[in-house]
């Protein structure tokens, strides 16, 4: 039994950020059920944000479409959507509209921008919430562009994880009142607050090629090794700088904080490493605790023996490799119980959970309302 064995959501969120909050939902048994338009394609394919997940695809243009994700919202815990402000009143399952239906209900709103502002109706991704939010300012050398960390800060940090934090406090808090209520999670908010440490320091660690954590300090950065491959070095408390120091031969244990000769510090290491390849630097190290690390790929992070040993990347019930649900709880934890399901795959299961015949549900499917896998 899951953490959240019990708790219904729907989910009507398209892109990235809001199928990765669900499935993080999901994944601690939360019953999710993923709202496919059943006049388009399905809402994520291939990239295991839909598992533990079933399907229904509804028409929400149609009378018979919105009346089923009506009754569906009835007996919901959470509905997650990610649209832009006012299309989902345009589809009949706004906030106020579905409230009415269920006053528990806890509905959360991903977007971008958010619900209010200048910019709540303007197009962006995670590089452009990002940008807005101070943090890509922040990121890269100091003398080419600012280099986007791939989705992660926005989309999956501050857009899905932070909401799904935010259903969890509402349902928390529903248990004292007894009531739901609305969240309005935007991207560029929780980007913004991933950044309160580096905003209150005034960027003082974060500035591009200079900071200590922004690639100026020869501690705290990746080195290119003779192979080609990289190592990085996290060795900022000064019992881990010296086991640097030993490990590469680079003798600067007393110079650590002058700031001054941290140019002259990176090119030392900088030659150092180009000596051995990484994984003989990995060997080096595993005998000293010093914060280095090989860089690995997508296809070697796997096999690594400690991401191994702790199931990091197990094998899903669709038999590729998986992202092991996290955190870890000791009595309830996360599980893989269901592949990504087709668009539609469910349709037919859960009309039938609320009631609905054989023949009206053919009927449904005929006047288009829904589609069936």
């Known amino acids: 039994m899951g953490a959240l064995d019990g708790l219904r959501v729907l989910d009507l969120s398209r892109l990235a950020p809001g199928p990765y909050c669900s499935m993080l939902l999901a994944d601690m048994g939360a019953d999710v059920l993923r ?13 295991m944000l839909s598992r533990n997940k079933r399907s229904i695809a509804l028409n929400l243009k149609t009378a018979g479409g919105q009346n089923i994700l009506h009754e569906l919202a ?44 200048p910019m709540s109706q303007a197009a962006g991704h ?6 807005l939010a101070g943090v890509l300012s922040q990121i890269g050398n100091g003398s080419d562009p600012p280099l986007p960390p791939l989705n992660l800060v926005a989309d999956f940090g501050g857009g899905g994880l932070m909401a799904a934090f935010g259903i969890l ?12 209520q609305y969240i309005d999670a935007a991207m560029i908010d929780g980007a913004a607050s991933l950044m309160a440490v580096h905003f209150a320091q005034k960027g003082a660690r974060s500035t591009p090629g200079i900071g200590l954590l922004g690639g100026g300090a ?14 990085s070095v996290g060795a900022i408390e000064p019992q881990f700088f010296a086991a640097l120091c030993e490990g590469t031969g680079v ?43 090989p860089v690995l790929d997508l296809d070697e992070a796997p096999r690594h023996a400690h991401n191994a040993e702790r199931g990091t990347f197990p094998v899903g019930p669709d038999g590729e490799i998986h992202i092991a649900p ?48």
């Open 74 to 117: 009835r007996s919901a815990d959470v509905f997650l959507e990610g649209n832009r402000p006012g299309v989902c009143a345009r589809l009949g399952c706004d906030y106020p509209t579905l409230a009415a239906l269920n006053e528990r209900l806890v509905y959360c709103s991903l977007t971008g921008y958010g619900q209010t502002g």
């Open 251 to 293: 003798d600067v244990v007393d110079q650590q904080m002058d700031t001054e000769r941290w140019p002259e510090h990176i090119e030392a290491f900088r030659r150092a490493f180009l000596t051995r390849t990484r994984d003989e630097w990995a060997e080096v190290f595993s005998e000293l605790d010093a914060c280095v690390s």
């Open 126 to 131: 995670d590089v452009n919430y990002i940008a």
């Open 169 to 180: 406090c509402a349902i928390f808090e529903r248990e004292r009142s007894g009531r739901g």
């Open 326 to 373: 996290a955190p870890r709880l000791e009595r309830t934890p996360g599980t893989l119980r269901r592949r990504e399901p087709r668009m539609g795959e469910h349709t037919g299961e859960v009309l039938a959970e609320l009631g609905y015949g054989a023949g009206e549900i053919l009927e449904l499917e005929q006047n288009g309302a829904v589609l069936k896998a």
């Open 218 to 231: 020869a501690f705290y950065r990746c080195y290119e090794c003779k192979c080609g491959g990289y190592v």
């Open 35 to 47: 709202v496919d338009n059943a006049v388009g394609g399905p809402v994520r394919s291939g990239d």
